[in-house]
């Protein structure tokens, strides 16, 4: 299963305003700038978010307006790092960025640009088995070469993925000298496929032909240094986007359209949001997590690297959405007690991340109905605080089955004949909209890397 711990980030929801003086959501929305329509792959300075990782607590935004940097999470940066790391390195998250209308780093009043999901590795052969990433595939166009297949002795080929053709089953490289496909270099001296003549120990990389043609033990990868070839982090990169990228044809699901680049003490600062940040990220057969947050507000450095623009010290920040919460499961992440069986909103409210996030305990009559009861940190839609409370914690089973609205109006779980839950009492609707929008606060420190191109799925 995919390290995918940064799945905890808050929900997507309708922000607005409502009637007389007092607003309904502590985001309203900012009206588009005047400047370039946001058109999916109509725009320029591609780049990719190559360093990402959950910020201190003095990073925060004040999403609450009182006068204190906001980011609950950062009570577990360190917990969250080694997963974060991994997924990037491993490709398994890839957030490319396009702008429109900015062919310089220079102070600019309207400032759009999309942010999208990368599909950087596939599996194209079916086997389960990935190149590009440390270990993997040597051949992505043949299911029956991958690591851990058995090896062949005598159709030339590298079938387990440990850059040698034809060793024995005592892992001894063949003695085989002859020269099959004219290469140059014969089995004993390192071709790790003897007939194919693009392929051998001491030849160049070719990115995307899904083939393992320096015969290091992995298609499309080669690590000289700290540079890995075919890295999506590379200037040269072309970084395809996932059909989940768009909400339609051309108009991609998460865009800023307010941005702002200022001269703040002769650095460029790019100040933008409240929007929506999210990707979707496929964890294993039939889970994704939709990674979204709300409120979310980007703060970074413009800087001029040749003739890209690329964003350093940068800062997203936002609310992680109790609603969404309750869907994220699938994970296994011990130090949480975040089991396949719970959701995130389990692990935080009825197990032991809420305390060691320091989330706030409910209020007196909540706590007097439901001990260990407890609140986000973030009243999106400012009517108090809701909270989330397991009715019974002191049995084994830890879960929310109870949620209370800032109101006081208490929902619980819909349940069948049997007891299983029909809907989560975190479902539950104000008219059309989600009642239980309020969330935890969240910063991530990031930056980014120039590419040459991303395109189409």
Known sequence: MRKAFIGALGSLFVVGCGGGDKPDNLFPPKPECNGDAV?????????VISKLEIGSAEDGFDL?????????LAAVASLAKSAIDDALGNYEIVIPIEFFDLPAAAPDECVKFAIYLGAYVKDADGDTKKPLIDKGDCNDTNKDIFPGAAEVVGDFVDNDCDGLADEDASNNPSADTADRDTDGV????GDCDDNNAAIHKGATEICGDGLDNDC????????????????PFLASAEIPLDPLSFSAPGEPVISFKDGVISDQGG???LDAGPSVFGVNIPVTDGISLDLKISGATIKADVTQEGSAIVLKNGHLG????????DTIRGLNVDQIGLTPDKSLL????????????????AGEKVSAKYAGCRTPDIDVDLDGLEAFC???PDDADKAVDTCIDGNGTEFKDVLDGAGAVLMQCSEALDGTKSRFVDGISVELNFETTAVAKIKSP
């Open 346 to 361: 389990d692990a935080t409210f009825a197990n032991v991340l809420g305390p060691l996030l320091a989330l706030p305990k």
């Open 64 to 72: 609450d307006h009182d006068g204190m940097p906001d980011n609950k």
């Open 390 to 392: 397991d009715s019974n």
């Open 267 to 269: 650095t460029l600062v």
């Open 318 to 325: 936002g609310v992680i959405d109790g609603k969404t919460a």
């Open 39 to 47: 058109t999916a792959l109509a725009g320029m300075q591609p780049q």
């Open 186 to 189: 014969t089995i004993a001296a």
């Open 216 to 231: 290091d033990g992995v298609a499309d990868r080669t690590v000289t240094g700290t540079e890995i070839a075919c890295s």
